[in-house]
């Protein structure tokens, strides 16, 4: 079946870096464009940045610029998002969202918190 597994949350201090991680499986990871979104307590859930299926393109969330990158690795079947820099501002819930041409699936969700 379909699986999207995020990994390399939890806790940094301000001007830290993370790197999270979503593993695909159940579906050709090359047909699709990928993409990072996140949500904070309170807030709509929100695209931060995608990648297109090539790999050729890429989009981020005004915020973030200059601060994250997202990339893949069609070898692993994995996106990546290097997040460096961090605010408070970024503390969200970030989900990995795989986007084809009729279907999308959605990872089940990955706390990241900056905080001192």
């Known amino acids: 079946q379909v699986q999207l597994v995020e990994s390399g949350g939890g806790l940094v201090q301000p001007g830290g870096s993370l790197r999270l991680s979503c593993a695909a499986s159940?579906?050709?990871?090359?047909?699709?464009?990928m993409s990072w979104y996140r949500q904070a307590p309170g807030k709509e859930r929100g695209m931060v940045a995608s990648?297109?299926?090539?790999?050729?393109?890429?989009n981020y969330r005004d915020s973030v610029k200059g601060r994250f990158t997202i990339s893949r690795d069609d070898t692993k079947n994995t996106v990546y998002l290097q997040m460096n820099n961090l605010e408070s501002e970024d503390t969200a819930v970030y989900y990995c969202?795989?986007?084809?041409?009729?279907?999308?699936?959605w990872g089940q969700g990955i706390q990241v918190t900056v905080s001192s």
């Open positions: 969202k795989a986007r084809g041409t009729l279907t999308e699936y």
């Open positions: 159940g579906f050709t990871f090359t047909s699709y464009a």
């Open positions: 990648i297109s299926s090539t790999g050729l393109s890429t």
